[in-house]
């Protein structure tokens, strides 16, 4: 009776660490200002195929393929969770000069930056729900290269996306 009760106690520690490591909820849980890439996301253009070229600054709907058809630059760092899922690589051209972007988007789904044949390293990461049009939001130092942008894990067959200089 005694080891049922430690397993008990034990497994709600656990769950309850778990509710504590989940998304906040609202759009005023994200760590900076999303009101831009919010308005931004909300009037996307789009779709664009995968293949096609994201400009920056400018919120563009992407068109997302099932996962084993994607024709990806490497194999996603996290695979997706569920089936169906769907995936899409996307260029993204140099920018003017190296520096840190942030990249929005407007559902869930798992987001790599491909620069050089490698994975760039986040800088930051923030993600809140019931916020509309606005899921996570991530910021990596690019340099003036061209990037792929690899969106895998996505449940439907579109997402929008905005990538932004700071």
Not at 24 to 32: A, E, I, Q, R
Not at 44 to 50: I, K, N, S
Not at 71 to 100: C, D, I, T
Request: contains cysteine; aromatic residues 8%; hydrophobic residues 50%.
């Amino acid at each position: 009776m005694q080891a049922l009760l430690r397993f008990l106690v034990a497994a709600g520690a656990l769950c309850s660490g778990a509710a504590f490591a989940s998304d906040p909820s609202g759009c005023d849980k994200f760590k900076w200002p999303i009101d831009k890439a919010q308005a931004a996301l909300a009037a996307a253009a789009g779709p664009l195929a995968p293949g096609g070229t994201v400009t920056f600054d400018a919120a563009t709907r992407l068109k997302l393929v099932p996962f084993a058809e994607a024709k990806l630059a490497l194999a996603p760092e996290r695979p997706p969770k569920f089936s169906p899922s769907y995936a899409g690589a996307f260029v993204l051209a140099a920018p003017a000069a190296a520096g840190v972007f942030t990249a929005t988007v407007s559902a869930n789904g798992w987001l790599d930056i491909v620069q050089d044949g490698k994975f760039l390293k986040l800088i930051g990461f923030s993600a809140a729900t019931d916020c509309p049009n606005v899921r996570k939001a991530i910021k990596f130092r690019l340099a003036a290269a061209p990037t792929t942008l690899q969106l895998t894990g996505v449940g439907a067959e579109e997402i929008s996306v905005i990538v932004s200089p700071e």
